[in-house]
């Protein structure tokens, strides 16, 4: 069995604290070409890290915040602009082809770039599974801003199990994305600090032992947790980071 890859697009907060990208994971499997999350600045990244954008079948996104999915009105752009014929699939909550319709309109008026393209939309269905050729995506709601409708994911492709919790949090949803996973992405915006929507290290050690995956992989990461590196013992992700499963 070939291996699936997971390359680290962009792991940053939405401040892009320590330089790094927003968020964006790039997954390469048999038969599947796959994106989880495309925040406002990881289009370059995804040049930087030689991603063809061509080849990318599917783009999964965990909610409606501008670091996580901010950079699809670009990556449709430029596809529109080259005239792909193959189609792309884009699964998220609800909406999100309206949401992405308003992006578009804004930030490139007058241009027709949707109609251009053989785009399949997709929703998250609850207590169920989302399926394309090449892809199996569960969704569970979690606990970030509710306007942007967060949702943690897991991943069926290529013979592996990827999960990612989205923005959020504590909550016991994040047990049932990572359990068994071959690679649980969590989220860990703070080291200590308490804030509303988004997970902290020191949470996240007292219910680690819980989660039950076999890879476990720390994103979303604040000025706190890029100046405590030193003393978390869970790895880090990094920009252009790459993961074999």
């Known amino acids: 069995m070939e291996d699936v890859i997971v390359t680290v697009i962009g792991c940053g907060d939405a401040f ?15 038969h599947s070409n796959l994106l989880i999350d495309c925040g406002a600045t990881a289009y370059q990244g995804l040049k930087e890290q030689g991603v063809s954008l061509a080849e990318i079948d599917t783009v999964v996104i965990s909610h409606f915040h501008g670091d996580h999915y901010g950079g699809v009105p670009f990556l449709l752009l430029e596809e529109a602009i080259r005239q792909r014929e193959t189609p792309l699939t884009i699964i998220s909550p609800p909406m999100g082809k309206e949401r992405i ?16 393209l053989n785009l399949l939309f997709k929703t998250f269905v609850p207590d169920g599974v989302v399926q ?16 942007a409708c967060p949702h943690g994911i897991r991943l069926e492709v290529g013979g592996k199990t990827i999960s990612y919790s989205g923005d959020t949090e504590w909550t016991a949803v994040l047990i049932t994305l990572a359990r068994h996973a071959d690679l649980f ?17 020191r949470t996240l050690q007292v219910y680690a032992e819980q989660l039950q995956c076999k890879r476990l992989l720390l994103t979303h990461l604040g000025l706190e947790m890029l100046q405590q590196q030193g003393n978390i013992r869970f790895p880090c992700a990094y920009d252009g980071q790459q993961i074999r499963l």
């Open 16 to 30: 892009a604290s320590g330089g790094r990208r927003h968020t964006c994971f790039h997954i390469k499997a048999p």
């Open 132 to 147: 394309t050729d090449r892809v199996e995506v569960t969704a569970y709601p979690v606990m970030h801003t509710p306007g």
């Open 101 to 116: 319709n308003q992006l578009l309109s804004q930030l490139y008026p007058g241009t027709d770039v949707v109609g251009k």
């Open 185 to 201: 992405i969590c989220e860990c915006n703070f080291f200590d600090s308490e804030i509303s929507g988004h997970l902290n290290y």
